[in-house]
């Protein structure tokens, strides 16, 4: 309709950027593992995936699994691969089976685990830190794309309506990560020294009626795990709320 007001070269260089920021959302899924898994290779939670699948006979197959968010979204290297949901759930069964039947103690023996709990109090604060330290990184990056992208706009590589789009998305993103950063910070702050005060005959109840469940129920899971997380190797490392962290080695 009018003579250009770029070549064709120019305009895919901007095609390319701009695809580049776009990210496609995937369906929102729920599991009761949701939000205590985490990537062991390099830190970040562990985003759930699920795949569905419609079969000739009508039937509808499913696969859900988790992945590292950092992988997952491309915002970062990582190459730790994914893991069923289904493999970890078989690795907490098992576990709290073993750790149940060494909740029959002595007294001497709960000072023990006591003592224990306030070193892992130190452990937690520590990976507070290294969580604090990832999520300002990952602040720094984004804030370093919005300049980026607002240098492009400046140079007309990208149209101004574009500009918004990807702007406000960025702007999201930025300030859902402060805001993960306030919420880690308070966590610093409150955790302290002390142990906690375990009671293993009402952890035992829970563990016995969990174990009877078909399926996990996620408020027992958030009552019996404070973390898991898994590497590229898929071995498992689950973190009970009432024990040391334990390795479980893929199947």
């Known amino acids: 309709m009018h003579e250009p ?18 990210k ?31 079969r000739k006979d009508g039937s509808v197959w499913k696969a ?9 979204n491309y915002s970062g290297l990582c190459d730790c691969k994914q893991i069923s949901a289904n493999l970890i759930e ?18 001497d023996e709960i000072k023990q685990v006591y003592e224990e709990a306030r070193l892992q109090a130190k452990s937690k604060d520590n990976l507070l830190k290294n969580i604090l330290k990832n999520l300002k990184e990952e602040l720094k990056q984004v804030e370093q794309n919005i300049e980026e992208i607002y240098q492009d706009k400046i140079n007309r590589v990208i149209q101004v309506q574009d500009f918004k789009v990807i702007y406000e998305k960025m702007q999201k993103q930025r300030d859902k990560i402060l805001k993960e950063i306030k919420q880690t910070e308070r966590s610093l702050n409150q955790n302290n020294e002390q142990s906690p005060k375990i009671d293993f005959q ?6 016995n009626k969990f174990l009877k469940l078909e399926k996990p129920n996620k408020i027992m899971l958030e009552q019996l795990i404070e973390k898991i997380d898994f ?5 498992i490392r689950i973190k009970l ?11």
């Open 231 to 235: 590497d590229k190797e898929k071995n």
């Open 64 to 72: 859900t699994y988790f992945i590292c968010s950092k992988r997952n």
């Open 5 to 22: 007001l770029i070549d064709i070269e120019t305009w895919n260089k901007a095609q390319d950027k701009l695809n580049g920021y776009t």
């Open 202 to 207: 009402k952890i035992k109840q829970i563990a």
């Open 241 to 251: 709320t009432f024990e040391n962290p334990v390795l479980v080695n893929k199947q």
């Open 90 to 107: 078989e690795a907490i069964k098992q576990q709290i089976k073993n750790e149940l039947e060494k909740i029959d103690l002595t007294e």
């Open 24 to 54: 496609v959302r995937n369906r929102k899924y729920d599991h009761e593992l949701k939000g205590l898994v985490y990537c062991g290779e390099c830190g970040n939670k562990a985003t759930l995936r699920c795949r569905e699948e419609k």
